[in-house]
């Protein structure tokens, strides 16, 4: 666990509020003033500032005018509500791009975009990274010391939409082309990593070397997978840019708003860079008959914010009530607002923040989602759910703030092995790696078990569980710290379509690189075609399988598991080695989530995991637990269910907000969250009077 725990030390609470964007309303004093007695009523601590006011803070060239700034930052600050403060490089304004047009982007087909929209830099152009300094520390010189500000926002979602993560001019060529000598130093070895014997391409002089195009290379895994990394360690060295700018004259922490399992940019590797984690959350709720699977994503990525650092994170951005850029925009049913918002806590986050604080009156954003709408003020459903959460938030901070989740069980998700299978051009090219790593991880969110997420470069040693779906590639020296953990009394799971290539994508030769560990020897994997069944019995029921089979050979493992039909009928579908003080699994077959519920019981058991919770969850129904040391943890009990549940307990709960004593079941009402301890004295009723 992080030391330093308190995330922002400068205003060491639970953050409530979200993006501000009063630059759009600076010829309505009004609206400005409505706006911070609106936030008050609205327990509003904090808001994001100057996210997108590139043109408001820099409106020609060398002239800046940050005076309307540092007054709303001030008013706010009087008024009880601290700042984040932005950089605000996610959009340039029109006259930096007409004047310097190649600061933008130039897209795999070799063609320039048009100035507009947002995350459209080139971040290999010196002009921008030039023009990036002078506004950042102008901003940092002007308010790295203002007492209203108490971190830094690194410009805005990096990447974009995907699309926009790379930039092909040639300048990033370049740049590109001297990540690789730094990579590989020479050509000869270059050309090993990528195979390049393969169709004739082997490369004799670096300039020949392009980024991945339809047009043209776009064969050799190798090449794609150094660009995908080259992407976004290119963005990084931006980002890093950006932080040293701000900390000329500052020392406040820096972060930006993550996007979860976002493909394009590896944050194992940005967290390292970042004193605080945050991210923008947007679930699909309510677009479902259940809101299981939804609520297990969103869970997935929750705790791998928190797992970036082992600390708390910020939920930077989430919508009150709908977001305008989906197929189908749903408004959250009431009291999902405040579920949805202490899932987040639950799994580690600081803060509950919105996008946006005020509607726009105008452009793409005007029908997305705010705590303020266009019309009716404070006088709708949206801003009492806020008002009310934002209270209960208020109350609940010194108890919370300090917390945080420890989990014992860690599900191996790396940025570099999904680059890798999205690519393989095997077996099932519509294989989609995440949504099979969440079958692995609602398996623990049905049980209430916190869950670390990490990439094979993290230490395995403080978990009694590891499990690594789907782990095509191995990097580095994973499969010996694999072999390591288990020797050492690990519990390890690994499947089907792991250990297939090393980190330049080339295939192993001679034997699985876990064999001696896993206790089998892989020969086949098979994608059946749909209107082939096959099933497997274990434990003497038979499940469905609904995906890839691979065939293996069982030579010191035991056979749990076996397949029941095709040409491979008696193979080994589950096994089970014991090796040094451990113990590792192979799950060879994509079985139905039944099979999966009855392993679980078996690896957890093995592994000594439960959740420590008294109590039975219903469907529908999780648990997720914050701890201090010298303290009873807080327990999260949350029902993603729109009715009613009922879960028995075996031990007394105290409810935190109603002082309600359970002893023998606690009644959920549908959409909702209750906070938890077993101490009684601990409990803090929501509006009781205070003398």
């Known amino acids: ?45 904090c808001v994001s500032l100057g996210i997108f006011s590139w043109a408001a803070l820099e409106p020609e060239e060398g002239r800046y005018e940050m005076d309307w700034l540092e007054a709303i930052i001030g008013r706010l600050y009087e008024n009880g509500i601290y700042t984040i403060l932005a950089t605000p490089t996610g959009a340039m304004p ?258 509950v923040q919105y996008f946006q604080w005020r509607k726009s009156r105008g452009s793409c954003e005007k029908f997305h989602g705010a705590v303020v709408d266009h019309k009716n003020g404070s006088d709708t459903r949206v801003f009492r759910d806020v008002a009310a959460l934002g209270e209960r938030l208020e109350q609940l901070s010194d108890r919370i703030y300090p917390t945080c989740n420890k989990a014992k069980v860690a599900l191996v998700i790396d940025w570099e092995n999904m680059w890798a299978v999205s690519g393989a051009c095997a077996v099932d090219n519509h294989l989609q790696y995440m949504d099979l790593c969440m079958t692995y991880f609602k398996q623990l969110w049905v049980r209430g078990i916190d869950t670390d997420i990490i990439d094979m470069t993290r230490s395995l040693d403080n978990y009694r569980l590891v499990i690594a779906p789907v782990n095509y590639m191995y990097r580095g020296d994973y499969s010996e710290r694999v072999r390591q953990y288990v020797k050492n009394g690990g519990c390890y799971v690994t499947t089907y379509w792991s250990g297939e290539v090393d980190d330049t994508d080339l295939c192993f030769l001679g034997s699985h690189p876990l064999r001696d560990v896993l206790g089998i020897r892989t020969e086949e994997i098979d994608a059946p075609a749909p209107h082939e069944k096959n099933h497997v019995v274990y434990g003497g029921i038979r499940y469905d399988v609904v995906g890839l089979c691979a065939l293996v050979h069982a030579e010191e493992a035991t056979v749990l598991a076996e397949y ?60 997720t637990k914050r701890e201090q040391e010298g303290r009873e943890p807080l327990w999260f009990l949350q029902n993603f269910n729109n009715r009613k549940a009922e879960v028995p307990i075996r031990e007394p709960y105290t409810d935190l907000e109603t002082g309600t004593w359970y002893q023998e079941r606690i009644e959920m009402e549908p959409f909702s969250c209750r906070i938890l301890s077993r101490e009684p004295e601990m409990a803090l009723v929501l509006n009781q009077s205070v003398d």
């Open 1 to 45: 666990m992080s030391e330093d725990r308190t995330v922002i030390k400068k205003f060491p609470k639970l953050l409530h509020g979200g993006d501000y964007n009063p630059d759009q309303w600076l010829d309505s004093p009004e609206i400005l003033e409505e706006d911070i007695r609106l936030m008050k009523q609205a327990h509003v601590n």
């Open 94 to 351: 029109p006259w930096l791009t007409a004047a310097y047009p190649e600061t933008l982007q130039t897209d795999e087909n070799g063609v320039h975009r048009f100035p507009g929209d947002r995350h459209n830099f080139c971040p290999s152009s010196p002009v921008m990274c030039e023009k990036m300094r002078q506004i950042n520390e102008q901003l940092s010189r002007r308010f790295g010391g203002n007492p209203g500000v108490i971190a830094w926002h690194l410009s805005n979602e990096y990447g974009g939409n995907g699309r926009q993560a790379a930039c092909h001019c040639p300048h990033c060529q370049e740049a590109f082309r001297s990540w690789l000598k730094n990579r590989y130093s020479d050509l000869d070895a270059l050309n090993h990593a990528w195979w390049t014997t393969f169709w004739s391409h082997i490369y004799t002089d670096w300039d020949q070397i392009h980024s991945p195009s339809p047009n043209g290379e776009n064969v050799l895994h190798g090449l794609i997978l150094d660009w995908k990394r080259f992407v976004s360690d290119q963005l990084l060295d931006f980002c890093k840019a950006e932080i040293k700018a701000v900390r000329k004259y500052s020392d406040l922490p820096v972060t930006t708003n993550m996007m979860g399992f976002y493909p394009p940019l590896n944050y194992f590797e940005w967290a390292k860079e970042l004193d605080i984690i945050s991210w923008d959350c947007y679930p699909d709720w309510h677009s479902r008959e259940e809101e299981i699977d939804v609520a297990v994503r969103t869970a997935a990525e929750h705790s791998l914010m928190r797992s970036l650092r082992d600390a708390p994170f910020l939920l930077m951005e989430s919508t009150p009530s709908l977001v305008n850029w989906k197929a189908r925009n749903i408004l959250k049913k009431p009291g999902m607002h405040a579920l949805s918002s202490l899932q987040a806590v639950a799994h580690g986050s600081n803060s």
């Open 564 to 623: 029941q039909d095709n040409f491979y009928a008696g193979y080994p579908a589950l096994t089970e080695h014991a090796y040094g003080a451990g113990t590792a699994y192979y799950i060879a077959s994509q079985n139905e989530e039944a099979f999966l519920d009855v392993f679980y019981d078996r690896i957890l058991q093995r592994a000594g995991v439960s959740s420590d919770f008294a109590g039975v969850l219903p469907r529908g129904v999780t648990i």
